[in-house]
């Protein structure tokens, strides 16, 4: 270990002590529980060969590295890494297959967990006696780690290994859920487990849900958050944010992942801002009038958002160079915002105003988004906010009960 890491150890655990007050209103998270003074957690893992899947999203409340922390720890025998989408360090771009390495700062094995596999391999599994799952979701289903988790617990169930989860706040908040669940011909990495869109539970109760509901069977363990209430949203938790992928560098942008990224993933030739300096925040494409669609959308007055008119030419991606015109998302209340339902209203005004230029994904790519592909028709047939809404209540009411019993908080 690299001795400025130990430094930056040492400053980062008496970080909390300086700044008391702070910390005793901060929620903590899972890894700052196991590791406490006197852990039951810790003494349970104590000794063991533990194989960690994170990424850069994996910290403590200092914000110091949780595959770092775990290699530090003379309690623990840390003996394999493994990286989901972006890799172990955050180096992969979205979308981009990550490989096997070597960890440069704890020089152990790193296998991937997002190309050609998707679970720990059964040979890297036979070396371990706990797998440890720590890794910040945003609460929505598109949003691959909590694919990872899930295959995670298929194959630690099939090797017979326990998992333990490191609980994690849902940034967007634990109360509202909104959107389809994922019908049959439709389940990808994006739409993995039986969750609609939102599902306002932290990456612990997702795990609980995904073990019961597809009766994995998974020896599953969560260390819970402490402090954490279900209306809480990030700002509530008093913790740093740490970038979670290339294009979520804030938790604006978790808040408005679910809305824009689901706009332009339905659509062929609308930018959701990626490419610019605020990826997620904006909603663009050739056509657009800035000024007709923000007064447009806020004549809906949609809960905790405005929209300002904006133009920008992306610097990379699908957009790239393009001058493109449209509106900037101005988040004024994430605890009353609600992204599906803003997305859909956005969707609704597009093809109001703009009609056929507005041009609708195809048939695959909108059902894996959404999870069934109702929304194309919907779309084409002129249907309403309310009807398309409508449309997921009996989804969102059979996911209602299974939610119930994996709810921890």
Not at 204 to 217: C, H, M, T
Not at 282 to 288: G, I, K, M
Request: glycine letters at 8%; aromatic letters at 8%.
């Amino acid at each position: 270990m690299r001795p400025v890491t130990v430094l930056a150890l040492a400053f980062a655990l008496l970080l909390p002590l300086s700044c008391s007050v702070r910390a005793a209103e901060r929620v903590r998270l899972g890894i700052d529980v196991l590791l406490e003074p006197a852990s039951p957690f810790a003494e349970a893992l104590a000794g063991k060969r533990l194989g960690l899947i994170t990424n850069p999203s994996g910290v403590d409340g200092a914000l110091f590295p949780t595959a770092d922390r775990l290699a530090m720890d003379a309690r623990f025998r840390l003996v394999q890494l493994y990286g989901p989408e972006h890799g172990i360090r955050g180096e992969a771009a979205a979308g981009d297959a990550v490989a096997d390495e070597l960890d440069p700062l704890t020089n152990l094995p790193v296998q991937s967990l997002y190309g050609a596999r998707k679970a720990p391999s059964p040979d890297t599994l036979e070396r371990l006696d706990v797998v440890v799952f720590d890794i910040q979701d945003i609460g929505s289903r598109t949003y691959t780690y909590i694919s990872t988790l899930g295959e995670t617990l298929k194959a630690c169930a099939a090797a017979h290994k326990p998992l333990v989860v490191l609980d994690r706040p849902n940034p967007i908040g634990g109360t509202r859920f909104e959107g389809p669940l994922v019908r049959e011909p439709y389940h990808s990495f994006i739409g993995w487990g039986p969750l609609p869109v939102t599902h306002g539970m932290t990456i612990g109760e997702v795990a609980r849900l995904y073990n019961d509901v597809l009766e994995i069977g998974c020896e599953l363990t969560v260390v819970p958050l402490r402090g954490w209430k279900r209306d809480m949203v990030w700002d509530d938790t008093r913790l740093t944010w740490t970038t979670t992928s290339p294009h979520i560098p804030h938790a604006l942008q978790a808040h408005l992942y679910v809305t824009t990224g689901m706009v332009a993933s339905s659509t062929t030739n609308v930018s959701d801002g990626v490419g610019t300096p605020m990826p997620f925040e904006a909603l663009a494409a050739e056509f657009f009038d800035g000024n007709e669609l923000a007064d447009e959308l806020d004549l809906l007055r949609l809960p905790g958002v405005r929209f300002q008119p904006t133009a920008f030419k992306p610097f990379y991606g699908k957009f790239n160079a393009k001058p493109l015109r449209g509106v900037r998302l101005v988040l004024d209340d994430p605890r009353v915002y609600r992204p599906l339902h803003t997305a859909v209203a956005v969707l609704v005004t597009l093809r109001k105003l703009y009609g056929e230029r507005v041009g609708l994904a195809d048939e695959l790519t909108i059902g894996k988004h959404w999870g069934n592909a109702e929304l194309l028709g919907q779309l084409e047939r002129g249907a309403t906010l309310a009807e398309i809404e409508a449309s997921w209540s009996a989804d969102l009411a059979r996911f209602e009960r299974s939610r119930a019993a994996a709810l921890i908080y």
